[in-house]
């Protein structure tokens, strides 16, 4: 077996990264098929995505045979993670093994990251002559921080796993991935009790502000809507005991 799996089962979306023989390397058609999926579900009253991946490297990244074919006037991973980070669900990065190149741009557009043991992640794009895409750099740069994202694209340095747990690239870490994947579901059975719409609408609120496209008329409706729609009260009577 050596492709992308999808699924969709109980409210929660699935993308697995099933391709051993090259490393799980993206190319365009997977990218293709990955945004396809994204599209068809992005509308859907879900409770989470997860990615996830077989084998002990989670990504390489895109793969080498596409950088010498094709248009790249867009980069086609960024636009993928423009889809995730934008879904109005939470999604979740299930991260087994080391991860390369565009791919730490599409793990850290995910909501969450839940680590095992062998992670550790390298952005290459120096060593290769390439201007890593502007939106992955932003990513680094909101989510890394200046130093670190230097260090990552300047001189495609690894981070290991030491370092990834001191810098809170986990936001959930086992030894154990069964035990992971425990905490990963118990979390995403919290999601079914909480208020989807509230979750909705803050994550929304969290892009903006990221992203620096706040408008405050938009935020004030947002936070208005629960009030007006009555569930802050049907929720409150819910669990008033």
């Not at 690239?169 to 079914?192: A, G, H, P």
Request: charged share 25%.
């Amino acid at each position: 077996m050596n492709k992308i799996e999808f699924n969709l089962i109980n409210n929660i979306a699935q993308i697995n990264f099933n391709k051993l023989s090259t490393k799980n390397s993206l190319d365009r058609n997977d990218l293709k098929k990955i945004t396809k999926f994204l599209n068809e579900i992005q509308n859907k009253s879900l409770d989470c995505l997860i990615i996830s991946s077989v084998g002990n490297i989670f990504s390489s990244g895109m793969d080498f045979k596409e950088f010498s074919i094709g248009d790249w006037s867009k980069n086609p991973i960024s636009e993928v993670c423009d889809l995730i980070e934008n879904l109005p669900f939470i999604s979740i990065s299930l991260i087994n093994g080391a991860v390369y190149g565009g791919s730490v741009e599409l793990v850290i557009s995910t909501d969450f990251r839940f680590g095992s043991k062998n992670c550790k992640i390298q952005i290459p794009a120096s060593k290769y002559g390439i201007h890593y895409g502007h939106k992955g750099i932003k990513r680094c740069l909101n989510f890394f921080g200046l130093p670190i994202s230097k260090k990552l694209l300047f001189f495609s340095e690894p981070i290991y796993l030491n370092d990834l747990k001191h810098i809170n690239f986990f936001d959930y870490y086992d030894d154990d991935i069964e035990v992971l994947k425990k905490t990963m579901n118990e979390k995403i059975e919290l999601l079914s009790s909480l208020s989807l719409e509230a979750v909705r609408s803050m994550k929304a609120s969290i892009n903006d502000f990221k992203n620096n496209k706040i408008k405050l008329q938009k935020e004030e409706a947002r936070f208005l809507a629960g009030f007006e729609s009555g569930i802050i009260l049907k929720r409150i009577k819910k669990f008033n005991f």
